[in-house]
Nanobody, 118 residues
Framework: QVQLVESGGGLVQAGGSLRLSCAAS????????MGWFRQAPGKEREFVGS????????YYADSVKGRFTISRDNAKNTMYLHMNSLKPEDTAVYYC???????????WGQGTQVTVSS
């Protein structure tokens, strides 16, 4: 059973930076794609970005491209979301998720709150 635990959320001023972590366990993730999603109050959950675990290849939503970077540490089985130049509209609960390559995301963490003040 895949387990995902996010951490690192908090309150930051606009223009600031934050790093989220997603500790993964329960599988060998070489055949997985890991993603970050976010959900703001009253809005649908939206895709932020993803990384293919085996290759490190990343993909980002246009709204965060150039500001957010996803990385992973194979030894720690941990994925990171490095967020720079944060904006108030980045305020949301951030979730990490895992999917076998070619399949939908079906493993989710509990989420971590990010609040960006103006």
């Amino acid at each position: 059973q895949v387990q995902l635990v996010e951490s690192g959320g908090g309150l930051v001023q606009a223009g600031g930076s934050l790093r989220l972590s997603c500790a993964a366990s329960g599988r060998t993730f070489s055949s997985y794609r890991m993603g970050w999603f976010r959900q703001a109050p009253g809005k649908e959950r939206e895709f932020v970005g993803s990384i293919t675990w085996s290759t490190g290849s990343t993909y980002y939503a246009d709204s965060v491209k150039g500001r957010f970077t996803i990385s992973r540490d194979n030894a720690k089985n941990t994925m990171y979301l490095h967020m720079n130049s944060l904006k108030p509209e980045d305020t949301a609960v951030y979730y990490c998720a895992a999917a076998l390559l070619g399949f939908k995301y079906d493993n989710w963490g509990q989420g971590t709150q990010v609040t960006v003040s103006s």
